[in-house]
């Protein structure tokens, strides 16, 4: 069930970086697009190294170049395909700050727990 849930929430991250989003408004509240990356990819590390932990009780840093090449693949596709979003080494570094600090949590949590 895990990993279905892991998966989705990859799908999601990837289909909501690639599509066309206009300019919402939301009353009250500001966050910047740059913490919204770096949020989304925090949340994907730690799934997935939970994941990888769950399944072999090792840690699978083949589950961190995943992240890390969805990271760096959808970023260059918003500057390529003709979707109206742009390149920004900005979000690659949010996206990587946010797997780096997932991983890290995840990391010492498993490691200090040794939870499944």
Not at 16 to 41: N, R, T
Not at 72 to 82: A, D, F, R, Y
Request: glycine share 6%.
């Amino acid at each position: 069930m895990f990993k279905k849930i892991t998966l989705l929430y990859t799908l999601f991250i990837i289909c909501i970086s690639l599509i066309p989003i206009p300019k919402l408004v939301f009353p009250g509240f500001s966050i910047s697009d740059k913490s919204l990356h770096l949020i989304a990819y925090l949340i994907m590390s730690i799934m997935w190294i939970r994941l990888g932990f769950i399944e072999s009780k090792k840690i699978k840093w083949n589950y961190f170049l995943l992240v890390l090449s969805i990271a760096l693949i959808t970023e260059i596709l918003q500057g390529i395909l003709p979707i109206g979003r742009y390149f920004e080494i900005a979000d690659i570094l949010a996206n990587c700050i946010g797997l780096l600090l997932g991983f890290g949590v995840s990391y010492f949590y498993i490691i200090k727990n040794k939870v499944t």
